[in-house]
């Protein structure tokens, strides 16, 4: 058995086509003629424009407009005016056109994939994958076509690149296998857009692999067998057919309430990380967004993204979700989150030092711009203020303030906001959920977040191996903070929602319903599947649960027994 991420969900069971490149090899020739070769190169880019403007559209109108833009993505690359200068220049000093691409190309991927940042490491995907399309258009290599492939075929390639993803037809690919990218690469979110189980970042898997052989794979575990056994193939089938099974049975679930079986409606929202996410939500029948991330917004380039670039993305956001509450977060970066064009400085302790709020109430040029964007775009929409990493009540005043300084430029511009925005926080420090009860008095609403409340409650690093089984939770000390958090909401009225994993995890169901949690934020995916949860409890059933839940020592009984009364 081999493997790697799971990157998008199924089982696929296939004979496997190992996908390689045609040879880009070419003659390093100095060149004579500068202007001969410079327009054999803007030739080579117009070409290589309208296919990729080609596709793009051939995306749009076959997959979908969020995946198209990964490939309008590629034609701002190509027609980068830096970039085709830096090209033009090395063919004044003579190089060939393709030594000239090459070399450039090559610079841009190396620079991007310098940055130990998983948006970073695939534009130097995005790169390679033009410097392939613009070599095979010099050299007149044809593109492969994987629009032919035989029926029940899982594709092995070194990675999938959204070229090669354009062209193929999903009624005949059950699967892929890739040797890199992560769960947030292009090639997983196509691969989730065709609806195609895959499995990426298996080492070495297209040497391993050989054409014809049977594999299967599950693109939840990220598990690959390769020449099954009757046995297992048995088992395999009856899997996929209960997946596609239970994945049909949700659609049943899409324009209903989110509400338990007796009948108590709570809101179920989503999760996102970009702009383009929200039609995501629109489409999976998402009640709003409970969590919009913009630090992703920053990441994804090499500088801050401007005033009116934020307040279009923001805008983009509310209008896609048409009234529909979207709470958007102010920038929430330290920790694990770094941004290498700030230059923050390494710190010892990221997760408890410079951090999120923390940082933002210190950078007036990076705080302001984002908070009149988010009030200029309030005016479009049900837009709600998020402020992350929240520990002490003067960091929300300050907020309060700086909007309020905000609001009176606004209206001295004449420029329309929601007068009335709600703004709240993330309780996802010990402090906050131990100050519930003042908070609630103070704030709009609460986002529990508990992939740091768990981190801090129980003083263990999300993302240290070593400690990870403390990071649950089902740990009561965790569980105890989450209700005393929704009871202190409860008794001020404030809406009180969790956007942290734990929201979407069906054994927890039964404990958020009966703590009296307002708001649900999972990921677009999960929507169907927890509003499928919550309907088959009675809160006379959570109630019950929670209590004997609550009434537990340790984790693994929590555990144990939330396993074991789970529907
Ligand atoms: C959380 O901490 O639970 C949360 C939702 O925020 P993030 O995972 O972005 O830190
Ligand atoms: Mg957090």
């Given at each position: 058995?081999?493997?790697?991420?799971?990157?998008?969900?199924?089982?696929?069971?296939?004979?496997?086509?190992?996908?390689?490149?045609?040879?880009?090899?070419?003659?390093?020739?100095?060149?004579?003629?500068?202007?001969?070769?410079?327009?054999?190169?803007?030739?080579?880019?117009?070409?290589?424009?309208?296919?990729?403007?080609?596709?793009?559209?051939?995306?749009?109108?076959?997959?979908?407009?969020?995946?198209?833009?990964?490939?309008?993505?590629?034609?701002?690359?190509?027609?980068?005016?830096?970039?085709?200068?830096?090209?033009?220049?090395?063919?004044?000093?003579?190089?060939?056109?393709?030594?000239?691409?090459?070399?450039?190309?090559?610079?841009?991927?190396?620079?991007?994939?310098?940055?130990?940042?998983?948006?970073?490491?695939?534009?130097?995907?995005?790169?390679?994958?033009?410097?392939?399309?613009?070599?095979?258009?010099?050299?007149?290599?044809?593109?492969?076509?994987?629009?032919?492939?035989?029926?029940?075929?899982?594709?092995?390639?070194?990675?999938?690149?959204?070229?090669?993803?354009?062209?193929?037809?999903?009624?005949?690919?059950?699967?892929?296998?890739?040797?890199?990218?992560?769960?947030?690469?292009?090639?997983?979110?196509?691969?989730?857009?065709?609806?195609?189980?895959?499995?990426?970042?298996?080492?070495?898997?297209?040497?391993?692999?050989?054409?014809?052989?049977?594999?299967?794979?599950?693109?939840?575990?990220?598990?690959?067998?390769?020449?099954?056994?009757?046995?297992?193939?048995?088992?395999?089938?009856?899997?996929?057919?209960?997946?596609?099974?239970?994945?049909?049975?949700?659609?049943?679930?899409?324009?209903?309430?989110?509400?338990?079986?007796?009948?108590?409606?709570?809101?179920?929202?989503?999760?996102?990380?970009?702009?383009?996410?929200?039609?995501?939500?629109?489409?999976?029948?998402?009640?709003?967004?409970?969590?919009?991330?913009?630090?992703?917004?920053?990441?994804?380039?090499?500088?801050?993204?401007?005033?009116?670039?934020?307040?279009?993305?923001?805008?983009?956001?509310?209008?896609?979700?048409?009234?529909?509450?979207?709470?958007?977060?102010?920038?929430?970066?330290?920790?694990?989150?770094?941004?290498?064009?700030?230059?923050?400085?390494?710190?010892?302790?990221?997760?408890?030092?410079?951090?999120?709020?923390?940082?933002?109430?210190?950078?007036?040029?990076?705080?302001?711009?984002?908070?009149?964007?988010?009030?200029?775009?309030?005016?479009?929409?049900?837009?709600?203020?998020?402020?992350?990493?929240?520990?002490?009540?003067?960091?929300?005043?300050?907020?309060?303030?700086?909007?309020?300084?905000?609001?009176?430029?606004?209206?001295?511009?004449?420029?329309?906001?929601?007068?009335?925005?709600?703004?709240?926080?993330?309780?996802?420090?010990?402090?906050?959920?131990?100050?519930?009860?003042?908070?609630?008095?103070?704030?709009?609403?609460?986002?529990?977040?508990?992939?740091?409340?768990?981190?801090?409650?129980?003083?263990?690093?999300?993302?240290?191996?070593?400690?990870?089984?403390?990071?649950?939770?089902?740990?009561?000390?965790?569980?105890?903070?989450?209700?005393?958090?929704?009871k202190a909401a409860k008794a001020e009225g404030t809406m009180v929602g969790m956007c942290g994993e734990a929201a979407a995890d069906p054994l927890l169901t039964p404990l958020l319903?009966?703590?009296?949690?307002?708001?649900?934020?999972?990921?677009?995916?999960?929507?169907?599947?927890?509003?499928?949860?919550?309907?088959?409890?009675?809160?006379?059933?959570?109630?019950?649960?929670?209590?004997?839940?609550?009434?537990?020592?340790?984790?693994?009984?929590?555990?144990?027994?939330?396993?074991?009364?789970?529907?």
């Amino acid at each position: 058995m081999y493997t790697g991420i799971g990157a998008s969900a199924g089982i696929g069971i296939g004979s496997v086509i190992i996908v390689k490149e045609p040879s880009l090899a070419y003659d390093n020739t100095t060149i004579s003629d500068v202007v001969a070769e410079k327009e054999r190169y803007n030739k080579a880019l117009e070409e290589c424009v309208a296919k990729t403007q080609a596709m793009a559209e051939d995306m749009k109108t076959r997959v979908g407009e969020k995946e198209a833009e990964i490939l309008e993505g590629h034609v701002l690359l190509l027609t980068d005016p830096e970039m085709s200068s830096q090209i033009e220049t090395n063919i004044d000093n003579k190089m060939c056109a393709e030594a000239a691409v090459e070399q450039v190309c090559d610079m841009y991927a190396q620079m991007f994939a310098s940055i130990d940042d998983e948006m970073f490491q695939q534009r130097a995907t995005d790169v390679g994958d033009i410097k392939t399309r613009l070599l095979k258009v010099l050299l007149q290599v044809e593109d492969l076509d994987l629009a032919t492939v035989p029926e029940g075929t899982v594709l092995v390639a070194e990675d999938l690149t959204p070229s090669m993803t354009a062209s193929i037809n999903p009624a005949n690919v059950v699967g892929f296998l890739t040797e890199i990218g992560g769960k947030t690469s292009h090639s997983a979110i196509l691969a989730r857009a065709l609806e195609i189980p895959a499995v990426l970042s298996i080492d070495g898997i297209v040497s391993k692999l050989e054409n014809g052989q049977l594999v299967i794979l599950d693109g939840s575990t990220g598990e690959v067998y390769e020449s099954p056994d009757e046995a297992l193939l048995n088992e395999y089938t009856a899997k996929r057919a209960a997946y596609l099974e239970e994945k049909a049975a949700l659609q049943a679930f899409v324009g209903k309430p989110s509400a338990t079986a007796d009948g108590n409606v709570v809101e179920l929202c989503a999760n996102i990380g970009k702009p383009e996410d929200a039609l995501k939500v629109v489409e999976c029948d998402g009640e709003g967004v409970g969590l919009f991330r913009t630090e992703f917004l920053f990441m994804d380039r090499p500088q801050v993204p401007t005033e009116d670039e934020q307040f279009e993305a923001y805008k983009k956001v509310v209008e896609t979700l048409e009234g529909k509450p979207v709470i958007i977060r102010t920038l929430d970066i330290g920790g694990d989150k770094e941004i290498p064009y700030l230059g923050l400085e390494k710190e010892d302790n990221p997760f408890l030092g410079f951090r999120a709020i923390r940082l933002c109430l210190q950078r007036d040029d990076l705080y302001r711009p984002q908070l009149k964007a988010l009030l200029r775009a309030s005016a479009y929409g049900e837009l709600k203020i998020m402020v992350p990493m929240i520990s002490f009540v003067d960091e929300f005043r300050a907020v309060k303030a700086l909007l309020a300084e905000i609001m009176a430029e606004l209206d001295a511009e004449g420029t329309p906001y929601n007068k009335d925005i709600k703004v709240g926080i993330m309780v996802e420090t010990p402090a906050a959920s131990l100050m519930a009860d003042v908070f609630a008095k103070e704030v709009d609403f609460f986002s529990i977040g508990t992939n740091d409340l768990t981190q801090y409650t129980m003083a263990v690093d999300r993302g240290n191996p070593d400690v990870a089984y403390l990071y649950s939770t089902y740990n009561p000390a965790v569980l105890r903070s989450i209700e005393r958090v929704i009871k202190a909401a409860k008794a001020e009225g404030t809406m009180v929602g969790m956007c942290g994993e734990a929201a979407a995890d069906p054994l927890l169901t039964p404990l958020l319903l009966s703590f009296g949690l307002d708001e649900f934020s999972v990921s677009a995916t999960s929507i169907l599947a927890t509003r499928k949860v919550i309907s088959l409890w009675t809160m006379e059933e959570a109630n019950a649960v929670a209590e004997k839940a609550m009434s537990m020592t340790t984790e693994a009984e929590v555990q144990a027994y939330l396993k074991s009364v789970a529907k």
